[in-house]
């Protein structure tokens, strides 16, 4: 089959790629502009594309039977576009990536290891066992609010019950209160949910129903020296709200890592949202990066493999959405 990664997403996943096959295969990279030599033929001529992103400005690949993301999420993919037939699949293994960067933002905000080394080299002994200034607060005891509890959720939960915190979560179904969960909501309930953590955590996917469903009205639920954290999709998140929220200290803080505009065509180093967002001190922003680990790109690398092996054999596939 003629195997093709579009992009410089799908691109990273390419090195060590053919020894996860169990058969020969034509392999070939293409840009995103699809604008070099030989591209739009490989790109219309693939059985199976590797990418982020398809519309129907795209060439039409006629001979495409597997469209597959090398990520969990394809609100950039338009299926009305893809041809008549062709299955798609996502893949997953970013959660233990994700719960380690959720649980060392947490920590951060209890364990202030950087102020404490800065402190010491200027001879402040502030945080000294027997100080007066110097007891923190523990992240054990605390509780943790899941908004979403799919692959990220569930990994969180269990991170964060290793560490001794209460652990809630809000879903579009109910889930049963067990040793992981002590307290679950439905969407119907969501300003009931967000007040009842010191930590709210989004990973919901960006689907019509999740566009904007943490708004000023659910900012505003929050405890008042809470934080929200977003590893899932930026305008779950209302943008204006979020910032509003936290430039009038409405809310503890907040630690995002994705956002409302990202790297382009003409925009290579954009700030990630048209607000000052980099102008405030009680937001930690990082760059859609708490995913992106060696570890997810092998686990990832290992599904799309493992279905193109599937494809060839003619067995079902795993994740797939259509």
Same mark, same amino acid.
């Given at each position: 089959?003629?195997?093709?990664?579009?992009?410089?997403? +799908? *691109?990273?996943? %390419?090195?060590?790629?053919?020894?996860?096959?169990?058969?020969?295969?034509?392999?070939?990279?293409?840009?995103?502009?699809?604008?070099? /030599?030989?591209?739009?033929?490989?790109?219309?001529?693939?059985?199976?594309?590797?990418?982020? =992103?398809?519309?129907?400005?795209?060439?039409?690949?006629?001979?495409? *039977?597997?469209?597959?993301?090398?990520? &969990?999420?394809?609100?950039?993919?338009?299926?009305?576009?893809? @041809?008549?037939?062709? &299955?798609?699949?996502?893949?997953?293994?970013?959660?233990?990536?994700?719960?380690?960067?959720?649980? +060392?933002?947490?920590? +951060? *905000?209890?364990?202030?290891? !950087?102020?404490?080394?800065?402190?010491?080299?200027?001879?402040?002994?502030?945080?000294?066992?027997?100080?007066?200034?110097? @007891? *923190?607060?523990?992240?054990?005891?605390?509780?943790?609010?899941?908004?979403?509890?799919?692959?990220?959720?569930?990994?969180? &939960?269990?991170?964060?019950?290793?560490?001794?915190?209460?652990?809630?979560?809000?879903?579009?179904?109910?889930?049963?209160?067990?040793?992981?969960?002590?307290?679950?909501?439905?969407?119907?309930?969501?300003?009931?949910?967000?007040?009842?953590?010191?930590?709210?955590?989004?990973?919901?996917?960006?689907? /019509?129903?999740?566009?904007?469903?943490?708004? &000023? %009205?659910?900012?505003?639920?929050? =405890?008042?020296?809470?934080?929200?954290?977003?590893?899932?999709?930026? /305008?779950?998140?209302?943008?204006?709200?979020?910032?509003?929220?936290?430039?009038?200290?409405?809310?503890?803080? +907040?630690?995002?890592?994705?956002?409302?505009?990202?790297?382009?065509?003409?925009?290579?180093?954009?700030?990630?949202?048209?607000?000052?967002?980099?102008?405030?001190?009680?937001?930690?922003?990082?760059?859609?990066?708490?995913?992106?680990? !060696?570890?997810?790109?092998?686990?990832?690398?290992?599904?799309?493999?493992?279905?193109?092996?599937?494809?060839?054999?003619?067995?079902?596939?795993?994740?797939?959405? %259509?």
């Amino acid at each position: 089959m003629k195997i093709v990664f579009h992009g410089q997403n +799908a *691109r990273m996943f %390419r090195p060590g790629f053919d020894a996860l096959l169990s058969d020969s295969h034509e392999i070939r990279e293409v840009g995103d502009a699809l604008n070099q /030599p030989g591209d739009r033929e490989a790109f219309t001529d693939a059985d199976v594309l590797i990418g982020v =992103r398809f519309t129907g400005a795209l060439p039409r690949p006629e001979r495409l *039977r597997l469209y597959h993301a090398p990520a &969990a999420g394809t609100d950039a993919i338009d299926t009305a576009a893809l @041809p008549e037939g062709v &299955a798609l699949c996502n893949c997953f293994g970013h959660e233990n990536a994700i719960a380690e960067y959720v649980m +060392a933002a947490l920590l +951060a *905000r209890h364990v202030p290891l !950087a102020d404490a080394d800065a402190r010491l080299r200027r001879g402040d002994w502030r945080y000294w066992s027997g100080s007066p200034q110097g @007891p *923190r607060t523990e992240l054990g005891g605390t509780t943790v609010g899941l908004l979403g509890f799919g692959h990220i959720g569930r990994t969180i &939960a269990e991170r964060a019950r290793a560490f001794g915190m209460g652990v809630t979560v809000a879903n579009r179904s109910p889930v049963p209160a067990s040793g992981l969960v002590d307290r679950s909501f439905t969407f119907d309930a969501l300003e009931a949910f967000m007040g009842s953590a010191d930590a709210i955590v989004v990973s919901l996917p960006l689907v /019509p129903e999740t566009t904007g469903i943490v708004d &000023a %009205r659910r900012l505003a639920a929050m =405890r008042p020296d809470a934080v929200i954290l977003n590893v899932g999709r930026g /305008p779950v998140i209302d943008e204006a709200a979020l910032y509003a929220a936290l430039k009038d200290r409405r809310i503890g803080g +907040a630690v995002i890592d994705t956002w409302y505009i990202y790297p382009g065509e003409g925009r290579p180093t954009p700030h990630p949202s048209g607000l000052p967002f980099h102008e405030l001190d009680n937001i930690v922003m990082s760059p859609h990066m708490s995913g992106w680990t !060696a570890g997810t790109i092998r686990r990832r690398q290992e599904t799309m493999a493992g279905n193109i092996n599937r494809l060839v054999a003619g067995g079902a596939l795993v994740n797939r959405l %259509r």
